[in-house]
């Protein structure tokens, strides 16, 4: 068992920065590739972005690419996404998610991912 808890959320103008954080306990960090989706009201839980082991390759949704960074730090235990240039339809509950080793980068699917934050709300203005 993994458990995570996402922070950093909020509401935020466009073309405004901000970082999600989560952080993970109960078992080896390192032993999970990570990964962010989000949820707009509405819609289906979307990929945002994943990152395997030692952050050493990720992938990123189409619609996030050039904005949006996802990165980690073993030592501290949790993953980071930095999302810039942000605009009203990332407006999302954005969710971290944990699957262990292997990473693959084309696990892009909720039932890929067997751990789950709570989400956290992030809101922009336009």
């Known amino acids: 068992q993994v458990q995570l808890v996402e922070s950093g959320g909020g509401l935020v103008q466009a073309g405004d920065s901000l970082r999600l954080s989560c952080a993970a306990s109960?078992?080896?960090?390192?032993?999970?590739?990570m990964g962010w989706f989000r949820q707009a009201p509405g819609k289906e839980r979307e990929f945002v972005a994943s990152?395997?082991?030692?952050?050493?390759?990720?992938n990123c949704a189409d619609s996030v690419k050039g904005r949006f960074i996802i990165s980690r730090d073993n030592l501290q235990n949790t993953v980071y996404l930095q999302m810039n240039s942000l605009k009203s339809e990332d407006t999302a509950v954005y969710y971290c998610?944990?699957?262990?080793?292997?990473?693959?980068?084309?696990?892009?699917?909720?039932?890929?991912?067997?751990?789950w934050g709570q989400g956290t709300q992030v809101t922009v203005s336009s």
């Open positions: 998610a944990a699957v262990r080793l292997p990473y693959a980068p084309w696990r892009t699917q909720v039932s890929d991912f067997g751990y």
């Open positions: 109960g078992r080896t960090f390192s032993n999970f590739a």
């Open positions: 990152i395997n082991w030692s952050g050493s390759s990720t």
